[in-house]
């Protein structure tokens, strides 16, 4: 019993991607180097029905354990292969409904958040979350035509 638990397992190493429940896990690596995959895990963003939210319904994925190291422009690259990517915004945490919004300055740009984030990716058309959902990975981060910098500058 635990042989063939073990050949399933080699035969299908999908299965063992742990993820949260109603969530998809999209593996990432930093470059070619790394070996571990570390996974975004993914899903279609709603509210509970009669709450209003500033994302598009149906068209924006709620991505979550957002490494430091991603900026908007990498998750941005990474998820254009399902779509066109309206926008992309990392978030501390995410957005309640009742909270009030900060407005964003075109002059001010705060300090990146440090640890792990949140974001919002918003698609053209409402495809681009279905094919986000089902992508197989793992994607790369940083790329020879696209580095990303990381640590001390």
């Not at 080699?10 to 180097?33: Q, T, V, W």
Request: glycine letters at 6%.
């Amino acid at each position: 019993m635990v042989a063939r638990r073990r050949k399933r397992a080699a035969r299908d190493p999908e299965d063992r991607i742990p993820s949260p429940l109603g969530y998809a896990a999209i593996p990432i690596k930093f470059s070619e180097k790394q070996q571990a995959s570390h996974y975004l895990y993914v899903r279609a963003h709603g509210v509970r029905q009669g709450t209003k939210s500033t994302w598009p319904q149906k068209r924006t994925l709620f991505v979550l354990n957002v490494p430091p190291y991603c900026t908007e422009e990498s998750l941005s690259r990474l998820l254009s292969t399902c779509g066109l990517v309206q926008s992309v915004e990392l978030q501390e945490k995410p957005d309640l409904a009742e909270s009030p919004k900060e407005s964003r300055s075109k002059f001010f740009h705060p300090k990146p958040v440090p640890g792990f984030q949140v974001a919002y990716v918003v698609f053209q058309k409402p495809s681009g979350v279905s094919a986000a959902l089902a992508l197989k990975g793992p994607l790369l981060v940083s790329t020879d035509s696209h580095p990303v910098k990381s640590g001390i500058h």
